[in-house]
């Protein structure tokens, strides 16, 4: 069984920088993963952000980037807004099946 | 505007039924692959099922095989997924979702399965 492991909580100052990251128990991360990165918000259906490692959606802000490093795939937050205070969800796609990570919570402090 | 509205959910015993639906709008539905995405209270995001534009290809995680069928009628604009022999760790909410270009870019707001004695 595929387990995708992401950092449980992480906490960062309002125009700060955080880095979340996603890794699989399988081996490295790569692009044929096609990472995905999804926010949730209490009470608010999943929100789609990155798709393919890097690509944003059109909705996507800026502040929001993605990318693969060190064998994971990783989301990273820049300038970061009270507005991002969420829990987020990697997806790794294994062929005919996905997983999703375990969720960032992430806390603007 | 991309619009998924899910409804079906409910209180079922365990061992019971539940069939979900999704209606999609403002996309040429037919063209798209879809998946049905849950979350237990408290927990994380859970992908349960998907298929393709037709209906010939259908994939299930392993924990629902056999209990759960998705299925689709293009000519409503709906996704289904109807579940037999419910089990208590079935509950949650249920999400559907388009796939896209290897993303699930539009979700639905969701439908509460709760399977409980």
């Known amino acids: 069984q595929t387990v995708v492991t992401q950092e449980p909580t992480l906490t960062v100052s309002p125009g700060g920088t955080v880095t979340l990251t996603c890794a699989s128990s399988?081996?490295?991360?790569?692009?044929?993963?096609?990472p995905n990165w999804i926010q949730q918000k209490p009470g608010q259906a999943p929100r789609a952000l990155i798709y393919?490692?890097?690509n944003k959606h059109s909705w996507t802000p800026a502040r929001f980037s993605g990318s693969l490093l060190g064998g994971k795939a990783a989301l990273t937050l820049s300038g970061v807004q009270p507005e991002d205070e969420a829990e987020y969800f990697c997806l790794l796609y294994f062929g005919a099946t996905q997983v999703f990570g375990t969720g960032t919570k992430v806390t603007v402090l | 505007e991309v619009q998924l509205v899910e409804s079906g959910g409910g209180l079922v015993q365990p061992g019971g039924s539940l069939r979900l639906s999704c209606a999609a709008s403002?996309?040429?539905?037919?063209?798209?692959?879809m998946s049905w995405v849950r979350q237990a209270p408290g927990k994380g995001l859970e992908w349960v099922a998907n298929m393709n534009q037709d209906g010939s290809q259908k994939y299930y995680v392993d924990s629902v095989k056999g209990r759960f069928t998705i299925s689709r009628d293009n000519t409503k604009n709906s996704l289904y997924l109807q579940m037999s022999s419910l089990r208590v760790e079935d509950s949650a909410i249920y999400y559907c979702?388009?796939?896209?270009?290897?993303?699930?870019?539009?979700w639905g707001q969701g439908t509460l399965v709760t399977v409980s004695s």
């Open positions: 393919s490692s890097s």
């Open positions: 403002g996309l040429t539905f037919s063209t798209y692959w």
């Open positions: 399988t081996g490295a991360v790569t692009s044929d993963r096609y």
């Open positions: 979702a388009r796939e896209f270009d290897w993303s699930k870019d539009y």
